[in-house]
């Protein structure tokens, strides 16, 4: 059972935004301002997309959003593209654990 | 750029040995926490455990503590993942990835090491 809870799995047609939700405690997600989401394709290196929240690195598509609001953050895609079906995963710093990161379970993306 | 390079795909036989190497290039090795990932067929990503090449500081998550030893040698920049006695169960994708400077995040990654253990 992983330490941040995802939905398994998401949905949405081209054009369409979706939101993709990561829940923790107040130990990590709440408690502070270092969530990040990656984005892995089959067979490839996991991807960042954003960190420290809603910082998107250099060369991220601008159609990929994040926040928090208490101990959820949140990942939110528009202008659902055929690209972006992949696996996402969160991530958060946590003063719970010596491993200092804690990850989500991952959620699949389906482009409809 | 910071890259992280492992080593090939690697085919073994219960009960045999095994070492993974991730080197790393492009920044100070010995100033970065690096540590493995585990990621089972059609499964997701589990943190193994980490070590500050600086000082050897080594950390296990639960689950794999006593499973696989972490170590680096850093007058090579290189980390390592090691089995003494391989399972059928030990079969994944195996991935290093280097903290960020304050130890919060993660921010790069290397391309990964498939390992299958199989008779």
């Known amino acids: 059972q992983s330490a941040l809870t995802q939905p398994a799995s998401v949905s949405g047609s081209p054009g369409q935004s979706i939101i993709i939700s990561c829940t923790g405690t107040s130990s990590d997600v709440g408690g502070y301002k270092y969530v990040s989401w990656f984005q892995q394709h089959p067979g490839k290196a996991p991807k960042l997309m954003i960190n420290d929240v809603s910082n998107r690195p250099s060369g991220v598509s601008n159609r990929f959003s994040g926040s928090k609001s208490g101990n959820t953050a949140s990942l939110t895609i528009s202008g659902l593209q055929a690209e972006d079906e992949a696996d996402y995963y969160c991530t958060s710093y946590t003063s719970s654990s010596p491993l200092h990161v804690v990850f989500g379970g991952g959620t699949k993306l389906t482009v409809l | 750029e910071v890259q992280l390079v492992q080593s090939g795909a690697e085919v073994k036989k219960p009960g045999e040995s095994l070492k993974i190497s991730c080197k790393g290039s492009g920044y100070s090795f010995t100033s970065y926490w690096i540590g493995w990932v585990r990621q089972m067929p059609g499964k997701g990503l589990e943190w193994m455990g980490i070590?500050?090449?600086?000082?050897?500081?080594?950390r296990y998550s639960p689950s794999f503590q006593g499973q696989v030893t972490i170590s680096a040698d850093k007058s090579i920049s290189t980390a390592y993942l090691q089995w003494s006695s391989l399972k059928a169960s030990d079969t994944a994708m195996y991935y290093c990835?280097?903290?960020?400077?304050?130890?919060?995040?993660?921010?790069?990654w290397g391309q990964g090491t498939l390992v299958s253990v199989s008779s």
């Open positions: 990835a280097r903290q960020d400077g304050s130890g919060t995040s993660i921010n790069y």
């Open positions: 070590i500050y090449p600086g000082d050897s500081d080594t």
